[in-house]
């Protein structure tokens, strides 16, 4: 229907005059036309003048325009039964671009004379200088039967492929009927364990299913499920020789294990995709993709500046091989945004991330997942810039559109609900985010999209722990300590793990246990170590740093406690700057620990420096903000000896600046 659709506008905007000519007084009639009435040739309806200057050309020229392979395209657009059409609008825009390049179009019969027609056309000096010619015609004639064979094989792959998938939702209404509520994540899945049990014996159809059952996988955020498929699709594109499809498809697992954050295995993916036996190596689409996934793994490994280089090189090669409105162009200028902002760029990070808002708006195919993609990005965006109430409010207006678009199931919708929990977090409002705890269970309970999980089992923890929730506490603790006890999931990340083991040590601190704090603090220190053993300054081992200073001043080891916070504090200041709002907050703790050992004049000077960052940060209604506040008038009371310092020392410490 879309191609026959897209055939009637495709008429008229090239002759100025719609397919059916007769004038017709009823529905009936219309009807009978359409279905019964084969319309004449566009280049036969005589261009008038006035359709000629509409299309800035004259009467002759408009003429010229419409040549036979045109007329070809537009009358097999509107075939009378559906086998007769082109197969999807893909294939006709496939053929449309074979004309504008002057090449032989698939809708004309692929005849000998018509093929070494064009041929010439696009080489008359070639031709005009070679005997070969006439070899060349004995050639084009093999290659005419070799497509029409072709032609037939695909018309056959077709039919198999439409009888396929009504036979997968003839399933899907049976379940329906025997009152089961099947998901479309169970559609997929069925139809894949289908495609490998029943297509075995057509195991070009089988791979060209997969391929596409992958990537609706891939567009759900079903990265689990999208990894099996496209390994299974790879294996059988490189049994039958088609090895740029291989490579394709091996990449694409590879960028779907980035997804589901298992960088080993994605490098090892990537690998068994360069090391495809005969893949073509000059290809611009293939090497983007390359790039791209190369680059999401230095990015995950913390190398924005290799990231970066990836990325260019995959966006240069996208935007050769397809121009700056193509879905690949995109997810490759996507990467260089996240390399700017890992870089710590934000003028940059924003202005790239305009240029790809703006572009995705031009771009077919990006859709609702897509913008709420950027939505989340541009979250992410403001929080790492600081900006955190910005980012708050961006997502609270962002996420009921997602929802409505997508549901409150799809990946996007939750990756914009982590952010909206850490963004209230970071403020202080854990009594407002713990009306989302439902939401974020559901999220974390999925093991179709584990990264995320995982990172949502943390932000539970960090919600239970703030709330003084035991039972929930208890719960979560267990939970995340699972993710890093030795034999836990090998795939996260150095960076992820290290974030767990201070989300332990947090949770540890707020229960007042400074001792169990330490044990983890210790670990998350050792993992932040180079290969090496030595040393190396990280925002995570800053943090470390100053939550170590905490649990010493806990302690009563207020000497301590200020050398480990203030360490924590200028390695976060050397990282980001001073006005950065991790080092404000950290330099909040070594603040508490100077008030500690009775330096107050100095505690005062800190809280100061860090005031205008927090409040730009997060507004003077933040709870975060106002507990800022608290410790000024409280330093100010040790101060001029109105309170004692130690009675001050108890107070702050649980003023939660370390989270």
């Known amino acids: 229907c879309d191609v026959y ?13 719609r397919p059916y000519e007769l004038k017709v007084e009823s529905a009936a009639q219309l009807e009978h036309a359409i279905l019964e009435v084969e319309p004449r040739a566009m280049s036969r309806r005589g261009p008038t003048e006035a359709n000629a200057q509409a299309r800035g050309t004259t009467v002759k020229g408009l003429a010229r325009t419409l040549s036979p392979e045109l007329d070809a395209i537009a009358l097999r657009c509107l075939g009378k039964q559906a086998a007769s059409r082109y197969s999807s609008v893909d294939a006709l825009l496939a053929d449309i671009d074979r004309w504008l390049a002057g090449e032989a179009v698939l809708a004309r019969a692929p005849g000998a004379w018509y093929r070494v027609r064009k041929f010439t056309a696009r080489h008359r000096l070639g031709v005009a200088l070679s005997a070969s010619a006439i070899v060349s015609l004995a050639v084009v004639a093999g290659v005419a039967v070799v497509l029409g064979l072709q032609a037939r094989e695909e018309s056959a792959r077709a039919g198999a492929a439409r009888d396929f998938m009504l036979s997968l ?22 139809g894949r364990n289908d495609v490998m049990t029943r297509m075995s014996k057509q195991p070009r159809l089988q791979a060209e299913l997969l391929d596409g059952i992958a990537k609706i996988q891939w567009d759900m955020g079903e990265y689990v499920g999208a990894d099996s498929t496209f390994a299974a699709a790879a ?7 088609m090895s740029r499809e291989a490579a394709l498809a091996r990449t694409a697992q590879a960028n779907s294990l980035v997804r589901i954050g298992d960088m080993n295995l994605a490098a090892m993916a990537l690998r068994e995709a360069k090391s495809v036996p005969g893949r073509p190596v000059d290809d611009l689409e293939l090497n983007a993709r390359m790039n791209e996934v190369e680059g999401w793994i230095a990015f995950a490994h913390r190398e924005p500046a ?104 799809h990946g996007e919708c939750r990756e914009l609900e982590y952010s909206k929990v850490n ?36 932000l539970i923890l960090r919600l239970a722990s703030a709330m003084r929730l035991p039972d929930l506490t208890a719960q979560w603790y267990g939970r995340v300590a699972s993710l890093v006890e030795p034999g836990a999931k090998s795939g996260l990340s150095r960076s992820f793990r290290t974030k767990a083991l201070l989300t332990l040590a947090e949770a540890r601190l707020r229960e007042r246990d400074p001792l169990g704090a330490q044990r983890w603090i210790g670990q998350a220190l050792d993992l932040q170590r180079r290969d090496d053993g030595s040393r190396q300054v990280t925002r995570l081992a800053a943090l470390a740093k100053s939550l170590q200073g905490v649990a010493l001043l806990m302690q009563g080891r207020a ?31 070594a603040a508490i620990s100077l008030n500690a050992v009775g330096r107050h004049n100095d505690a005062l000077a800190v809280v ?9 940060a997060m507004g003077v209604a933040a709870p975060t903000y106002l507990r800022l506040q608290a410790l000024l008038g409280e330093i100010e009371r040790a101060r001029t000896g109105a309170s004692a310092a130690k009675d001050a020392v108890r107070s702050t410490t649980a003023m939660d600046f370390f989270t």
């Open 235 to 241: 294996r059988i594109h490189a049994e039958l020789g």
């Open 306 to 409: 290799r990231a970066k280089e990836f990325f260019l090189n995959s966006h240069a090669q996208a935007l050769k091989a397809f121009g700056p409105y193509h879905l690949m162009t995109i997810d490759a200028l996507r990467g260089r945004f996240y390399a700017e902002r890992e870089s710590r760029d934000f003028d940059a990070a924003m202005r790239l991330l305009r240029e790809l808002e703006e572009t995705s708006r031009k771009t077919a195919g990006v859709g609702a997942v897509g913008m709420a993609a950027l939505a989340r990005d541009r979250a992410d965006l403001l929080l790492s810039a600081g900006r955190v109430a910005e980012s708050l409010d961006h997502v609270l207006a962002s996420l009921p559109k997602c929802v409505a678009d997508l549901g409150p199931n």
């Open 423 to 458: 963004a209230m977090l970071l403020m202080g409002k854990a009594q407002q985010a713990l009306e989302d705890l439902p939401t974020l269970k559901v999220i974390a309970d999925d093991d179709k999209a584990p990264a995320l999980g995982s990172g949502t089992s943390l």
């Open 5 to 17: 659709s897209l055939g009637v506008v495709f008429y008229e905007l090239m002759c100025g005059e």
């Open 559 to 589: 000497d301590e406690a200020l050398q480990a916070t203030a360490a924590g504090e200028a390695d976060m200041t050397k990282l980001v700057g001073p006005d950065d709002l991790s080092a404000a907050l950290l330099s909040l703790n």
């Open 608 to 616: 100061k420096q860090a005031e205008p960052v927090v409040r730009k």
């Open 169 to 190: 939702f003839k399933r899907a209404d049976q379940e329906k009927a025997r009152g089961a509520d099947i998901t479309a994540r169970e559609l997929l899945e069925t």
